[in-house]
């Protein structure tokens, strides 16, 4: 595609309810991060993949995060047992390799309550 | 490891005048620098960059930025404000490719308000 598209762009949960959020890169990427953007905390560097390998999962908060990426292309973010912390906007962006600066999705916005 | 500060959490500036974000960063290894601007409800897009060589670097919208090591900085200028800057600006720096991440280590952003 002409970018890199987030899915769902807003998603609202109860509280211990597991959530996924889609990230499609833009075609040919190799490189695939996950940020998480949050009042509090400003934007976190959560996980990167470079293919289906993720070299650095060292911004993953909890084991309740987990990520994957299958086919060299989607990624998803999986969070189990949401809590309200969790709430935030969840970034996902992606390079070809080597290249500096990548192309950042709109994002999706999760409210756990 | 990696850290950036931008200087002012709010500037205002009035149109048609110079508008100055700071960023300051400290890195371990020569730094990849980068301007990203966010506007409301809307991902990151990314300004300008610098990597190698010239250390003016020139990005869309009429920003421009300049890399200083003996100052560690790389503030983020355009001449003239535009009503249409409005917007939050985040610095960020990241390793050389050839360190194997580029991960983004980013600052907490500015707030640009354009004063009419």
């Known amino acids: 595609g002409a970018g890199v598209s987030q899915s769902p762009s807003n998603k609202v949960t109860e509280k211990g309810k597991d959530v996924e959020l889609r990230c499609d890169p833009i075609s040919g990427h190799t490189a695939l991060y996950w940020y998480r953007q949050s009042l509090g905390q400003g934007l976190e560097f959560l996980i990167y993949?470079?293919?289906?390998?993720?070299?650095?999962k060292s911004g993953l908060p909890s084991d309740r995060f987990s990520a994957e990426r299958t086919g060299g292309s989607v990624s998803t973010l999986t969070i189990q047992r949401t809590q309200q912390e969790d709430s935030a906007v969840y970034l996902c962006?992606?390079?070809?390799?080597?290249?500096?600066?990548?192309?950042f999705g709109s994002g999706t916005r999760l409210t756990v309550v | 490891a990696q850290s950036v500060t931008q200087l002012g959490s709010h500037v205002s500036v009035s149109e048609g005048a110079l508008v100055l974000l700071r960023c300051n960063y400290s890195?371990?290894?020569?730094?990849?620098l980068f301007w990203y601007v966010q506007y409301p409800n809307q991902g990151l897009q990314l300004l300008l960059k610098y990597t190698t060589g010239a250390t003016l670097v020139k990005g869309i919208n009429g920003f421009e930025a300049e890399f200083k090591k003996s100052e560690t900085s790389f503030h983020l200028t355009k001449p003239s404000a535009h009503m249409s800057d409005a917007a939050e600006y985040f610095c960020a720096v990241s390793e050389p490719p050839n360190f194997g991440n580029e991960k983004l280590t980013f600052g907490t952003g500015t707030r640009l308000t354009i004063i009419p």
């Open positions: 890195s371990s290894v020569p730094p990849y």
């Open positions: 962006a992606s390079s070809p390799t080597g290249a500096s600066g990548y192309t």
């Open positions: 993949f470079q293919g289906n390998s993720a070299p650095d």
